[in-house]
Antibody, heavy 120, light 108 residues
């Protein structure tokens, strides 16, 4: 069964760092575009970052320069390294797989999400 | 950056038709995807590439896209369709994925 399982969320102080993981099952993390999407409490969906290849990574304006997306093909896992965290980064973070057709075809598999709370 | 605008809410009686719009500059030239999100759950893709349905999504869900507006239509609305709905595109000019503001569908 195709599955994405996020982990690594928690309570962190402003300015701190956190690394999220997304364990992938039943397909290769390197075979599809993969994204991180977040949702602040009571708010809508916000795309955070996407990885297409080792040298093709994209970031939303609010996280560029602070967050880094990566993947470990041997562990079949997607990561999001989050540095210099701010209160406004508080959200549920989802990893999502893009359809094999590419970026035009939507995110067809989602994880259950992991919660990040940035607060002192 | 590219902006997608949706009405905050749509109300519809059971058995009737709900239409949810997604406005964006020349959105007709882009591929639009739609997601359904129920409380406490992850989003689910219900329409991709403007009007295609993933397997398992009822035929009651359909999509269209032209000019500056894309539309998700739900016919014969059921209580289980009550959820938040989001449109989404890939903006090639910025290499950003963009979500719409979201629409809450309430079944009366």
């Amino acid at each position: 069964e195709v599955q994405l399982v996020e982990s690594g969320g928690g309570l962190i102080q402003p300015g701190g760092s956190l690394r999220l993981s997304c364990a992938v099952s039943a397909f290769s993390v390197s075979s599809n575009y993969m994204s991180w999407v977040r949702q602040a409490p009571g708010k809508g969906l916000e795309w955070v970052s996407a990885i297409i290849s080792a040298d093709r990574k994209y970031y939303g304006d609010s996280v560029k320069g602070r967050f880094t997306i990566s993947r470990d093909n041997s562990k079949n896992t997607l990561f999001l390294q989050m540095n210099r965290l701010r209160a406004e980064d508080t959200a549920v973070y989802y990893c999502a797989r893009h359809d094999s057709g590419g970026p035009l075809y939507g995110m067809d598999v989602w994880g259950q999400g992991t919660t990040v709370i940035v607060s002192s | 950056s590219y902006v997608l605008t949706q009405p905050p809410s749509v109300s519809v009686a059971p058995g009737k038709t709900a239409s949810i719009t997604c406005g964006g500059v020349n959105i007709g030239s882009k591929s639009v995807n739609w997601y359904q999100q129920k409380p406490g759950q992850a989003p689910v893709l219900v329409i991709y590439y403007d009007s295609d349905r993933p397997s398992g999504i009822p035929e009651r869900f359909s999509g269209s896209n032209s000019g500056n507006t894309a539309t998700l239509t739900i016919t014969r609305v059921e209580a289980g369709d009550e959820a938040d709905y989001y449109c989404q595109v890939w903006d090639t000019s910025s290499d950003h994925f963009v979500f719409g503001t979201g629409t809450r569908v309430t079944v009366l």
